[in-house]
């Protein structure tokens, strides 16, 4: 679906990285309007934005007047991406103020508005930029987390601006969705990947899960507007644009960072797959081959089961969904799982070698606390996300209108 898309950018460093965000949203077909600040000429030029976008130029409403640039450019997107958006520019959307062209069009624009931050990790940080954050969210704009990485001169931080096809695509997202981001205000936690736990210091045990799914759950939050945190575990795809990313090895480490960031969440979505077991003890060296070649043996320990032990604190209102995946009666198995965690939601999918893992297509059924079983035929993995949170969105809203209690089967007690 071709979009009339307006490219604002904001006078910071990464200003350059935004000719490779026009480059990708015009070679797809879309119409690009590129509306810099003054300072961001300061960086890229305006010839350079009008070679690219085939599209003139300007940064003043006072430029061509006489079509009222200032109502007209808002008027007629149907997606403004501001890439990068400084704290500067950040605290004027938060406050209405309209100085420039740019700043004008937010306030003209009524379709989807994409601030993908970039700064020094100080301002990003500092109270006042949080709060306009806040604001531009609560008013349903979509603000994309930053990422952490080199910043200007030998800094290091978070503040850089997320790779531009990662922002593109999560723009595109948006855009589909158009203002229906029914997850905006909601801090949403997705686990991802599978941990790993070590034998000795080059060997471990694991399992085969890419965080595919993980990363799609990651994405598709964002996308509808939700303040995203990831929790990735031996995940080597790249860093999804606009979510909080927390890099964790073990599942003492899965558990360690996911109880953490559900204190405050909406919702959680444990799509990792954390390892059921661990060994005993942990060699200091590489474990060698007896004389006559036969294995020692290992002793294994149970990995504590992370999302029953959020089932049994979770808050009022709050909404778990836990992931089954099972070599055979996935069913069967996913019902005791969903009573046993105390989920709201429960994926279940049948997994084995080239099933699921790493693969770009899921085929899942859905089982509810109210006793709703859904199946969906194999779908990608991105509109796997979205369909799961289609139900979490109703399970939020249900939760609303029951006072935050849910019904568990099996269950005489409601959830504290």
Known sequence: MVAEVVLGVAGGIAAYKACELLRLF????????????ASALQFVGAPTWAALSGRPVATEVWDDAHEVPHVRIGRSAELVVVAPATADLLAKAAHGIADDLLTNTLLTATCPVVYAPAM?????ENA???ANVATLRARGAVVIEPAVGRLTGKDTGKGRLPEPVQIFELALRVHRRGLDLDLAGRHVVVTAGGTREPLDPVRFLGNRSSGKQGYALAKAAAARGARTTLIAANVTLPDPA???????????????ATVKAAAEADVVVMSAAPADFRPATVADEKIKKTDDGSPA??????NPDIAAELGASKRPGQILVAFAAETHDAIEHARVKLIKKRADLIVVNEVGVDRVFGADHNEVTLLGADGSTTGYAKLPKDDVADMIYDRIVALLESQVADGGRAQYPGDSRRAR
């Open 242 to 256: 606009g979510v909080d990313l927390v890099r964790v090895g073990t599942t003492e480490e899965l558990r360690a």
């Open 297 to 302: 043996p290992i002793a294994l320990v149970t």
């Open 120 to 124: 020094h990790t100080e301002m990003w």
């Open 26 to 37: 015009t070679e797809s077909g879309h119409k690009v309007r590129v509306v810099p600040t």
């Open 128 to 130: 006042a930029t949080r």
